[in-house]
Structures are given as structure tokens and as C-alpha cells.
């Protein structure tokens, strides 16, 4: 049968490939969340052999089923098969948008984005006191969580690095628009130029990024090779951060939760434990950890499309948080901070932070 879609081009041998096995049923985050074994990897592989048989279509009666994966990679990390149904489920959401079907929380996200610049549309991010476009050895990208929802975990990133001495420079950027590639666009290029003119002219040779996301777009995709052509690093806050020495301690438990765009998509796990161990001696790991941990439910749209579903997987991490008797979570990515924060256990005992927040409380307490 002639090829219909893109993803029939690209993924078919590895959609055939799925055992049915059901591996993935137990780490996906969405069917912890909502006990319908459709939504798993596997239902979401069995539908799209239907499409690919030509026994179903792919229209808006699939949106359902299609939009509701937040791309962890849980399912690939635990699959047999090699089954990569994130990258899966990323084309057949372009094909979807190619045929006029998208889920309606993203229909025409791409054009908001050139509007706004940002996934929020809004008009100004918050104010972070800071000058902008300054000639400094780093350049410190915000991305639209830190810069539109956790503006206060920003700033005290920012006084930390303050705190710490470091060079660095804000500038007047863009949404790096990674995220269109997640709910069926393709990445802007003529943002991803801005965001690099800004980064340039700046004269710094690393950029560290406050966002997994962020990172993952600059390191990986084709749009910001010319970072790397002109010998701009780019590192996440994480990495950046495990070669001080900070000086303080706290005598709370302390747990971590890996971001799934910094732990399964970029391999960065110890980083970020490195840092904690030095201010945290009672650290301990959840049950799902590094290469297995649980994702928080915001990730691939998800968040914004099923919400209600969302929070339930944040709880079902936050539950993990509590088995272990953890006071305070840390975590590297904003969109997780949220998310979590936002999930609330009933009779909740610990806080939410980034790690850089965190950190930053404690140096502020110790001065
Ligand atoms: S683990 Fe892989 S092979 Fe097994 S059912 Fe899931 S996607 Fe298919
Ligand atoms: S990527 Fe994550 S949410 Fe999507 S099917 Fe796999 S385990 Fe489930």
C-alpha cells in the first residue's frame, strides 16, 4: 500500500515493529493517570497500524487518543522493540496539522507564535530588573515558563548567578519555538535567527539556559546550528552549576525529580545530583528515578490541552514524594515546577523548587 502520510514514510517498519508486548503500560504516564489502555504506547501504535491498513482515517476523531502523550520517553527507555512513539506521535501530529486536523487548544499556534513570540501571547514578559543585550562572557536564555509563569523562580536563577559572580547577560529574547514541534508545527526559523542575532551580538561564547526545552532546540535542532558553527556553547543551568561551591547546607530531606527533556532526552542525571548532594546530606531518590522517573504530565501540549489529566499525573509524582518523606522537591526545568506546584497533595508537607531557588534561599539566609 502506497504511503498516505509522512509518518507512514518514516515509522512504519518500527509501528509494525510493536510486539504488543505491553512494556509501556506501566511507566506511561497517561495511562497512570487515566486507566485506558488506548491511550498507552501500545493503543496509540495498534491505531496507527489501523490508519496505515486504511481500516481507519486519521481525522479529528483521533485527536483524542493522539494528542494525549506527553512525549516523555518513558515507553521507548522500557520498550523491547526500540519503538521511539515520541517522535512518532511528533510527525503524525504534522500529518494531522497538514490535513486541517489539530487539536483546538493549539490550531494556529505556529502563526501565534510569529505574532507574540511567546506560547502565551502575551504582550511583556515580567520585569527582571535586569539590563539586557550587555557584551558579557554568558548569555543566561530565560524561555517562556521562567519569563511568563515562573518569574519568581527566574529571578532568584538570576540573583543567584548574581550571588555566584557570574558574567552574564540577559537578552531581549523570543520563544525558541521548540515546542511547535510538539503539537504538529514546524520549529520558526525566522525566531530561531532572532534569538541567535541577540545571542551573538553579545560576544559571549556560552549560553546557559534556565529551560530543558530550550536547551534540547539549541543543541539539537538544524534551525540553531550556526550557535555551534560560530563556537557558542550551550549548556542548561544544571550542568553550569555543578562546578561551585556554595557554602550552605539545609537539614531538610531533599529529593529530585528528573525533567523528562533534560534526564530521557538529553542523558543529564547526575549534574543536577551533584549539585544537591553538596547542600542536601539528607537526599534520597524516589522510587522511579533518573532514566525511569515519572513524568510530571506537562510536557507535549498535554498540560494545555488536559489539564485535569495533567495534574493527575503531577500527583501521582508527588505521591512518590511522599513515600520517601521528602520536605522539599528540586527540580531543573520550569515547566515541571509548575506543573508539580500546581498538583497540591491533600495534607502536602513538602515545597516545590528549582534547584537555583533553592540555593539561593539558603545563600540569602546565610548572609
Ligand atoms: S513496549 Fe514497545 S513493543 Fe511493547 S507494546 Fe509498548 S510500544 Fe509495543
Ligand atoms: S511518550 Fe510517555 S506519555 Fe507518550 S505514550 Fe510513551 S510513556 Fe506514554
Excluded: W
Excluded at 545571542?199 to 540553531?224: D, E, W
Amino acid at each position: 500500500m502506497e504511503p498516505k502520510y509522512e509518518f507512514e514514510k518514516k515509522y512504519r517498519e518500527q509501528i509494525l515493529r510493536c510486539s504488543r508486548c505491553g512494556f509501556c503500560q506501566a511507566v506511561c504516564p497517561v495511562f497512570g493517570a487515566t486507566l485506558r489502555p488506548a491511550l498507552n504506547a501500545r493503543g496509540k501504535m495498534l491505531l496507527l497500524k489501523e490508519v496505515m491498513d486504511r481500516k481507519i482515517e486519521l481525522n479529528d476523531e483521533l485527536i483524542e487518543t493522539l494528542f494525549q502523550c506527553t512525549t516523555c520517553a518513558n515507553c521507548f527507555k522500557n520498550c523491547p522493540s526500540g519503538v521511539e512513539v515520541a517522535e512518532i506521535i511528533k510527525q503524525v501530529r504534522k500529518d494531522m496539522v497538514n490535513i486541517g486536523s489539530c487539536h483546538p487548544a493549539f490550531k494556529g499556534m505556529n502563526e501565534v507564535l510569529k505574532k507574540h513570540t511567546n506560547i502565551y501571547a502575551e504582550e511583556e514578559p515580567a520585569d527582571f530588573e535586569r539590563e539586557k543585550n550587555l557584551q558579557a562572557e554568558l548569555v543566561y536564555f530565560i524561555g517562556c515558563v521562567g519569563a511568563y509563569r515562573e518569574d519568581e523562580a527566574t529571578m532568584a536563577t538570576l540573583e543567584l548567578l548574581d550571588r555566584l559572580g557570574v558574567d552574564y547577560t540577559l537578552v531581549d529574547e523570543v520563544c525558541c519555538s521548540g515546542v511547535l514541534e510538539d503539537v504538529g508545527y514546524r520549529i520558526n526559523e525566522d525566531l530561531a535567527q532572532e534569538n541567535m542575532d541577540v545571542i551573538m551580538r553579545t560576544g559571549a561564547g556560552t549560553v546557559i539556559t534556565g529551560c530543558p526545552y530550550c536547551f534540547r532546540t539549541f543543541n539539537n535542532k538544524p534551525q540553531y546550528a550556526e550557535l555551534k558553527e560560530k563556537g557558542i556553547d550551550v549548556v542548561h543551568i544544571a550542568q553550569f552549576l555543578q562546578g561551585f561551591d556554595f557554602g550552605v547546607k539545609t537539614d531538610k530531606r531533599v529529593t529530585y525529580h528528573d525533567p523528562c527533556d533534560l534526564g530521557r532526552h538529553c542523558g543529564i542525571y547526575e549534574e543536577p545530583r551533584n549539585t544537591i548532594r553538596k547542600i542536601a546530606p539528607d537526599f534520597v531518590e524516589m522510587p522511579d528515578n533518573r532514566e525511569n522517573a515519572l513524568c510530571c504530565g506537562a510536557g507535549g501540549g498535554v498540560r494545555g490541552a488536559y489539564a485535569k489529566n495533567s495534574i493527575a499525573m503531577a500527583r501521582r509524582r508527588l505521591q512518590q514524594a511522599e513515600e520517601v518523606g521528602a520536605e522539599v522537591i528540586l527540580t531543573e526545568c520550569n515547566s515541571c515546577t509548575h506543573n508539580l506546584a500546581n498538583a497540591k497533595l491533600r495534607k502536602q508537607k513538602f515545597n516545590i523548587y528549582n534547584t537555583t531557588q533553592f540555593i539561593n534561599e539558603l545563600m540569602e539566609a546565610a548572609e
